[in-house]
Every structure is written in C-alpha cells, then in structure tokens.
C-alpha cells in the first residue's frame, strides 16, 4: 500500500501536479494553527476547487474565538499563518460547525456568549476569507436561554438548516432554523420549535428532505424510558408529522444516541444504541417513509446485538436508500471497529453483526464515517500502541466498498502517528482522498490544529 502511496506522489510530480504542502509522513503532518494558548474543536468544509476550510475554536487572545483556514487541493495554506478571526468579541465563541455554501465559501455557526447565556451566531465567508455577512457574525438565536449542541445541513439552496437543544421553556427542547445565503433568517426571529413537550429532549440529527426541509431526530426522556422520535419541518419551516413527532422507538427499556440518513425519498433511516435486551448497548435501526409512518418491523431492526458493548455509532447513506454505518464494539474484550450496510428493505448486506474495520491490538475508539467514492472511509482514535489510553491516541484510516470489500491496508492506514494527545478528528473526501483534521498537543500542553491528508488510491 505505501509503495501505491509514492506511486502516486511520483505520478502528480510527472504531470506537473506538485503535491507541494501536503506530507505522506504522517509523524509530522501539517500544522493547521499553532499560536499560542488552546485550538479546539475543529471542523471542515470543502471548497469548490478540490481543498477545504476548516475552522476551530480559539483562545489566544485570551477567551475564545471563531478562526479559519484555506487549503487548496495541494495542501498549500492560502490564508494568513495560524488563519485569520471570523468573530472576536470581547465574550466567548466555540463549537463550530461548518458546510459548503456551494459557491466556493462557507456556512459556519457557533455558539456565542456575547448576551450572557450561550446563543447562537453565523458566519458566511468566501474563498478569500472576506465575511458576506456581518463583522462578527449574524444571529441565529438570541433568546434569553441557553443555546447548545448545534447541527447543521445544507438546504439544497445555498443555505442551511441548523437544529439546537433549547432551555428558553425551562426544560430541553428541540428547536431549528433555516438561513438563506443572504443571511435571512426564514423561520421567524429565534427559530421553531421542532418539540416542545413536557421532559427533556436531546442530540438532534438532521437530514434533508429533498424538498428544502429537513426530517428532525432526537432522544426524549419525557417518559421513564428513553426513546427516539422524530420530526419533518418543511422548506417554509411547518411541521409535517404528529405534533409532539413520529415515534421511531418506543419499546420499554431505552434507546439513545440517534443517528439518521436520507432515504432520499423524503423520509429518513434512523439507527441507535439500544438497551432493551442488553444493559451495555446493541444497535437497531428503523426507516421512516416521507409521511413519518414505520416502514421496517414495529421498533426496529437489530444490526448487532452480540452481547456486549456496541457504541459511538455514525452512519451515511449509501446513496441507494440505504444506511451504512459504523461503531466500536468490544466483542473480543478490547474495542474494535466495525461497519454494516443495510439496504432499503431492512436486510444487512454485509457480514452478520458487522464487517471488522480494525481488529488491532488495544483499543480502538470514536468511529467516523464519510462518504467515499463507491463506499465509504472510516476513521477513528487508534490505542493500538497505548493499551492504558494516556499518552498516545493515534488516528487510523479505512476505505470500504459497497459491497464491504476492504480497500486499503488491513488494520488501516495511519492519518497522524506523532507521539502526542490527538483527539476530536472530523474528516471530509475531496476529489484526491481523504482530509482529517484535529486538535494535537504535540507542542505542549496547548492543543493545536493539525491536518493530513491520504491518497485516495
């Protein structure tokens, strides 16, 4: 596999096509920022010309900020050294998350302080890092009440779809927004309510509908159990299902940790960590058609339910009305990875209770999952060389194809070897492989952000 690696290297340099500042040596990597005090939490968007931004939660000025980075698709850093400020106002910003705005820029929202309890701001920001929205961004929601765990989706449009747990009804609620590429706020001042009833609910998922909306899923406590619901807000922000939402999962017992995909339909394939049988978690899945109605059998299908622990699950769709996903399972006492596909019917595809992904030695941790050309790439927290999970946790890399064929080295390849904390990895797929990036403490006790890139083929 490395001789396919300098293969390729040999062959960009051979058509003229340097791959100037991206590395192979994944002991060094690419410094994203490394000015002083804590980076945090990076994400990624990709461009329109085969690089990508990312951008991250930042305190050297002391209290946090929103900054961002260029990289084209050679790897070159095409903004200012350590990236430039997308918001610095005197109160705290952070937790970014970004999407393409199809135009060559990017959406990203955070979460902001400026007001006293923690509200939501965005940013739009072209190719050359020029803000097409207000200095320090726009708001999103500004209501009185704290604000959280922000996820987004494009809206077909050029816009975006944003989801929240909201406090401003003195419980978690859900609520959501939708933004035009001008920065107009389409659902109303502070965004709707996506479930309001009494009891907590948490961790929004959004897909697209198809239609400019989105289907909404999340994890209600409102009874003794946990369970998952879910909701279709239309492109001019109405609910489309039951009021209070469509039950995804309501057997006795709990259910948490939702995640969905587009059935590309209208509808959406929703998966969680499942604890009705099994006290340390399985996973089960179940489909709902556009009109919210269950289209697999009553509370959903099992995808694994070996027993033990089965958790962190992420999923994508598969893009023929299917889901694969992938988590950490510790079916052989030390975590490993391992993935499914099911099909639009409900049936598993690949090896029963899971395709192994990464059966190395320690532990293995915090599974991602992005679409790849004919499958998909998989990457995670690898503990391989450090079984007490202290000092070193790795990042390893894996490709697979729709039909579960393993396409690069067994175990996988290694995104960042360096002898550091690296933790918090998000990862897109741009024309030419694979691009993670994370925070790293390589330099110190002050995360830094890094990137790599692999090669595709």
């Known amino acids: 596999m490395w001789k396919m690696f300098y293969s390729c290297l040999l062959w960009f340099c051979s058509t003229g096509l340097a791959l100037a500042a991206w590395t192979l040596d994944t002991s060094t990597n690419i410094p994203v920022c490394t000015a002083e005090n804590d980076q945090h939490f990076p994400t990624l968007a990709p461009d329109a010309e085969g690089g990508c931004f990312v951008f991250w939660q930042d305190a050297r000025r002391g209290n946090r900020d929103i900054y961002a ?6 790897g070159d850093i095409l903004w200012d050294l350590n990236g ?9 910003q952070g937790w970014p998350e970004a999407i393409s705005d199809n135009s060559g820029g990017a959406i990203v929202l955070w979460g902001e302080a400026r007001h006293g309890s923690q509200d939501i701001y965005a940013q739009r920001v072209d190719a050359n890092g020029d803000k097409l929205w207000a200095s320090e961004g726009i708001p999103v929601c ?12 494009p809206d077909g449009e050029g816009g975006v779809i944003a989801a929240w747990e909201d406090w401003r009804n003195g419980n978690q609620d859900i609520y959501a927004q939708r933004i035009a590429p001008d920065g ?10 996506v479930c309001q009833i009494p009891g907590d609910q948490y961790d929004p ?20 159990d946990w369970d998952i619901y879910a909701q279709r807000i239309s492109a001019t922000g109405e609910k489309q299902w039951n009021e209070t939402g469509m039950p995804v999962c309501t057997v006795a017992g709990n259910q948490g940790g939702p995640l969905a ?14 604890y009705r049988m099994d006290p340390i978690g399985d996973l089960y899945a179940q489909h709902l058609g556009a009109d919210g109605n269950q289209q697999w059998d009553a509370d959903g299908v099992p995808i694994c339910t070996l027993q033990n622990a089965q958790q962190q699950p992420t999923a994508i769709s598969d893009g023929q009305g299917g889901i694969i996903l992938t988590w950490w399972d510790e079916r052989d006492i ?3 990875i391992y993935a499914q596909r099911v099909n639009a019917d409900g049936t598993p595809l690949w090896q029963e209770n899971g395709l192994p992904i990464c059966l190395a030695e320690g532990m293995q941790r915090e599974p991602r999952i992005i679409v790849a050309e004919n499958g998909a790439c998989i990457f995670w927290k690898d503990y391989r060389e450090d079984y007490a999970m202290v000092l070193v946790d790795h990042i390893y890399a894996q490709r697979v194809d729709q039909d579960g064929n393993i396409l690069w080295e067994p175990n996988g390849l290694p995104v960042t070897t360096a002898d550091a904390e690296q933790s918090e990895p998000e990862g897109i797929w741009i024309p030419t492989g694979l691009v993670v990036s994370w925070m790293d403490q390589r330099n110190g006790e002050d995360s830094d952000i890094y990137i790599q890139w692999i090669p595709g083929e």
Do not use: F, K, R
Request: net charge negative.
């Open 69 to 74: 980075q260029h990289l084209n698709a050679e």
């Open 84 to 92: 430039i400020p997308l918001c610095t106002e005197d109160s705290a």
């Open 142 to 153: 500004v209501d009185p009440a704290l604000q959280e765990n922000i996820v987004l989706i």
């Open 184 to 193: 107009t706020m389409l659902w109303g001042e502070n965004g709707i309510a």
């Open 205 to 224: 998922v959004l897909v697209n509908d198809g239609e400019g909306g989105a289907v909404v899923v999340w994890w209600d406590i409102s009874t003794p």
């Open 261 to 274: 995909v587009s059935d590309g339909q209208g509808g959406a394939i929703v998966a969680w960590v499942d």
């Open 334 to 336: 030390y975590s490993d």
